[in-house]
């Protein structure tokens, strides 16, 4: 199978952006109108799963800023990227959850073809701060009792597909303990009857893959601008979904479709995946809306010029 979709949390219009500054008496209706736009550009580019483009979100993680005895601290940096991000801190360790991420969803707007993301537990943990968890290991295995309530909630609402970002991961390759990453997924996925995809990018896990191939998920997702594409094509995915972020978030010239399919076939080959997915290699929110638009209507045609032998 052959599909596709769109990897986090969409742009804001210069409009919306301005009318969440000063908090207009239009803001609801911009984000609701905007939702509702973005919603109908991926039905139009006839992606394999929609998603909720997430205006509201600030950042991957601050949703869970609702759960219980949880604070805010200082801002931090999103990895290398000139953007920053809320800490949470957990004060009296993690509770609650299930429903956080569904009710910050506008699940009425979206078709039965539906996909949402999550945060990695090692991802989350290692975000984040929780002084009442005497090491990170138990902090990322509560993390990941709670995401996986989380997790069985959306697929109870119809979400076929369940990103799962895991960017620490990737930016930590060299020194993060994979047997705790797989403790946490395998937390996070038990009994979640949806296929998940865990998606590494802001760092090279070339010379992890295989590891990675044993990870307790449907399938892995790569950034080819961090993790080289020929890396990739070591290795048989026969038991894995393959997901590649063709489409890059980084830079706002539109993808050459003739190379990015060319590119994939020969993925494809190489690889054997169970399915291919084909995607946004991380958010587009970190370029303009006009330019997220034309990448999400190439996403399509790429997706339906790849050859699946």
């Known amino acids: ?12 219009s210069e409009e919306l952006i301005e009318a969440t500054r000063k908090h207009t008496s239009n803001l609801s209706s911009l984000f609701l109108k905007e939702t509702k736009e973005y919603i109908s550009l991926q039905k139009k580019a006839k992606l394999g799963y929609v998603s ?25 940096r999103i990895y290398e990227m000139n953007t920053f991000y809320r800490r949470l801190f957990f004060k009296n360790g993690v509770k609650g959850g299930g429903n956080i991420v569904k009710s910050n ?23 984040h701060l929780s002084p009442k968890n005497k090491s990170k290991d138990e902090f990322v295995i509560e993390l990941a009792k709670m995401l996986r309530k989380e997790a ?3 697929v109870k609402a119809g979400f076929k597909l369940i990103q799962i970002i895991g960017p620490s991961i990737a930016y930590n390759i060299n020194k993060v303990d994979l047997d705790l990453v797989k403790e946490g997924l395998d ?42 594409v020929a890396s990739i094509k070591k290795y048989n ?44 290699n991380f958010d587009l929110e970190y370029i303009p809306k006009e330019f997220a638009q034309k990448k999400i209507l190439v996403l399509g045609e790429i997706a339906r010029g790849i050859k699946y032998v």
């Open 152 to 154: 069985l909630t959306l």
């Open 52 to 76: 909720d483009p997430l205006l509201k979100w600030d950042d991957i993680f601050r949703p869970f800023a609702q759960l219980k005895s949880v604070k805010f601290a200082a801002l931090n």
């Open 187 to 228: 937390i996070l996925t038990r009994d979640v009857k949806a296929k998940t995809i865990l998606h590494f990018y802001f760092g090279d896990v070339s010379k992890k893959i295989e590891r990675l191939l044993d990870l307790p998920v449907s399938g892995l997702g790569f950034d080819p601008t961090s993790t080289p």
């Open 1 to 12: 199978m052959i599909s596709s979709y769109t990897l986090g949390i969409f742009p804001r």
């Open 237 to 280: 995915f026969s038991e894995k979904s393959l997901a590649i972020g063709m489409v890059d978030s980084y830079m706002t010239k539109v993808e050459n479709k003739k190379k990015c399919i060319s590119e994939m076939n020969q993925i494809v080959s190489k690889t054997k995946p169970k399915d291919v997915f084909v995607t946004t």
């Open 105 to 127: 969803l506008a699940i009425s707007l979206l078709p039965k073809n539906r996909t949402v993301c999550l945060p990695e537990p090692y991802t989350f943990a290692d975000r």
